[in-house]
């Protein structure tokens, strides 16, 4: 299948909106499964299943929300699924084969690192269906996904990221520290992307407002910047974050599942007043010990992809073309800003509402080189 993209990278180096604005092998597998009676359209022997990255299924990031999404399909259409939590790549082939094994027919897996793993699985499972997150399974980037059974599920996060950026920067510059960083896990397109519209928001600012707030921590231009490696909430994680907030930043955006528990942790070290934002689900709602200082969060509806790719399958229409998130699909979104809203510069959420009215309607374009 061919894939069309804005533009690729070769080497791949729950709120409603803006409030008041905006309208195996690793854990032991978990056999989920509803007491109602299976839906009459459903097709006989619908089983689907997922497979975590190694973040696992309490990231309250993209793992959780997969999960969310399947353990509502699930409920809905009254049919027995499987969840395989990984806590290491080396789960990965494993817990794909488990879910073969188990009966699987629809087999979701949760993130880039996947990709060998989904792509393997498939090729050799012709009559299974596939859908992976935050990829295209082109392992060889050649433009194209390396199975005809797999469905991208993919989202251009840079359209959030970027009305993201631009309140980070309106934040900083009320304050008058014109300064905010970011810091991803892995560099790959599904982190990088939420950081292209992050810098492109807040440069967006400074041009409406003539303002010069800073960028540190990632470079649009070089697609250089601060990174862990990995997206393990460890002393690497926290290192990288202290490395941001050292340049005098306000506002930090922690890009990759559990490494914002390791940028909350270095700026209660710091003693600074930094706030930071949340990626992937409303931060401040799937963890209430940040939401003290979880501005805004950049979110997209992997629980809400997932719940429709199951609930479209089990019916026997199972479509390979790529999904793609979106603000104008509310595939992407900018979360409310709770507590924080009374405190933020005047007119911004007004601000914030016409920016995305842009972006859906063209008039803005938001060109990240990760975008899907």
């Avoid at 060889?140 to 005809?148: C, I, N």
């Avoid at 440069?203 to 910047?225: C, L, P, R, Y």
Wanted: charged share 20%; net charge negative.
């Amino acid at each position: 299948m061919t894939i069309s993209r804005t533009k690729k990278l070769a080497g791949f180096a729950a709120a409603a909106g803006i409030a008041l604005v905006l309208a195996g092998c690793g854990s032991a597998p978990e056999d989920t499964s509803s007491t109602d009676n299976a839906g009459s359209d459903v097709v006989e022997g619908f089983k689907p299943c997922l497979v975590s990255d190694a973040g696992g299924w309490n990231d309250k990031s993209f793992n959780q929300s997969a999960k969310e999404g399947l353990d509502s399909a699930l409920d809905e259409l009254g049919v027995e699924g499987l969840e395989l939590e990984s806590t290491s790549e080396n789960d990965y082939a494993p817990n794909m084969e488990t879910a073969v094994s188990e009966g699987c027919t629809l087999i979701i897996s949760v993130g880039f690192n996947l990709s060998a793993a989904t792509v393997e699985s498939a090729n050799a499972n012709p009559d299974v269906n596939y859908a992976i997150i935050d990829d295209y399974a082109d392992t060889d980037f050649d433009g194209t996904t390396d199975a005809p059974n797999i469905k991208p599920l993919v989202f251009n996060t840079a359209e959030a990221a970027y009305l993201g950026g631009y309140a980070a920067a309106a934040w900083s510059a009320q304050d008058g520290v014109n300064k905010v960083g970011t810091f991803g896990g892995m560099q790959i397109p599904s982190v990088a992307v939420f950081m292209d519209g992050f810098q492109l928001g807040v440069e967006k600012f400074n041009e409406d407002k003539g303002g010069a707030v800073e960028v540190f921590g990632w470079d649009i231009e070089t697609q250089e910047g601060s990174f862990t490696g990995g997206f393990d909430a460890n002393d690497t994680a926290k290192q990288t974050a202290q490395g941001v907030l050292d340049q005098g930043v306000d506002v930090i955006l922690p890009v990759g599942g559990p490494i914002y528990q390791s940028a909350a942790a270095a700026i209660a070290d710091s003693g600074t007043s930094t706030v930071m934002l949340g990626v992937d689900s409303d931060l401040a709602v799937a963890d209430d010990s940040v939401a003290d200082i979880t501005l805004v969060s950049i979110m997209k509806a992997i629980d809400v992809a997932v719940h429709d790719t199951v609930v479209s399958a089990s019916t026997g229409d199972f479509d390979v073309a790529p999904y793609i998130g979106t603000l104008e699909n509310e595939g992407v979104k900018l979360s409310s800003f709770h507590d924080f809203e009374s405190q933020l510069p005047e007119g911004l959420l007004d601000e914030l509402a016409t920016l995305q009215e842009q972006i859906i309607s063209g008039d803005i374009t938001v060109e990240s080189p990760n975008s899907p």
